[in-house]
T-cell receptor, first 113, second 114 residues
Framework: GDSVTQMEGPVTLSEEAFLTINCTYTATGYPSLFWYVQYPGEGLQLLLKATKADDKGSNKGFEATYRKETTSFHLEKGSVQVSDSAVYFCALSDQGSQGNLIFGKGTKLSVKP | EAGVTQFPSHSVIEKGQTVTLRCDPISGHDNLYWYRRVMGKEIKFLLHFVKESKQDESGMPNNRFLAERTGGTYSTLKVQPAELEDSGVYFC????????????FGEGSRLTVL
């Protein structure tokens, strides 16, 4: 079945450091790919998405490119801030689904001043 | 616009008892989803409503779980009788039609079964 694998955390960075969180997927069809973020005390919220190969999703300085050849959707940010501290979830929605999401385990990011 | 709200935020019950979780989706969102995260594991899909109809309940673990969505508005998820392995965080999410995968999540209801 479909699945998402993302790097284990926690990840601790200093402010202004470069961030990469790796995400790879397995899917039989042509999924849409997502990054969701959960800030402390809040629900998950959509950070960015990409719906087809080579699409780049971007939001709040974060970017991820849908790479079909490597089945990857790595999250990057050039300069993290303390306010980026959160748990990040990679997810996919298969073409044939009704929008149901398959999630990775989540990666906790802590950014120190 | 008000977000997805869930109640209670935390529930602690004994094995064998019953618990009912409630979710109020964003107004106008026809799609409502329940997910669950057991500690250390992925967030797993439980079921999906479109208005008041169950579109997909393939993720429901067993018949101890019962979900309803009265009149296509709020939804409840009842666990009866609760078992230890039911402990986890139950998330509700809603979305508009046509936006596959773009879900708005509540903060979750944490269930602890002792």
């Amino acid at each position: 079945g479909d699945s998402v694998t993302q790097m284990e955390g926690p990840v601790t960075l200093s402010e202004e450091a470069f961030l990469t969180i790796n995400c790879t997927y397995t899917a039989t069809g042509y999924p849409s790919l997502f990054w969701y973020v959960q800030y402390p005390g809040e629900g998950l919220q959509l950070l960015l998405k990409a719906t087809k190969a080579d699409d780049k999703g971007s939001n709040k300085g974060f970017e991820a490119t849908y790479r079909k050849e490597t089945t990857s959707f790595h999250l990057e940010k050039g300069s993290v801030q303390v306010s980026d501290s959160a748990v990040y979830f990679c997810a996919l929605s298969d073409q044939g689904s009704q929008g149901n999401l398959i999630f990775g385990k989540g990666t906790k990011l802590s950014v120190k001043p | 616009e008000a977000g997805v709200t869930q109640f209670p935020s935390h529930s602690v019950i004994e094995k064998g008892q019953t618990v009912t979780l409630r979710c109020d989706p964003i107004s106008g969102h026809d799609n409502l989803y329940w997910y669950r995260r057991v500690m250390g594991k992925e967030i797993k899909f439980l079921l999906h409503f479109v208005k008041e109809s169950k579109q997909d309940e393939s993720g429901m673990p067993n018949n101890r779980f019962l979900a309803e969505r009265t009149g296509g508005t709020y939804s409840t998820l009842k666990v009866q009788p609760a078992e230890l392995e039911d402990s986890g965080v139950y998330f509700c999410a809603s979305s508009r039609s046509g936006l596959r995968g773009e879900l708005f999540f509540g903060e979750g209801s944490r269930l602890t079964v002792l």
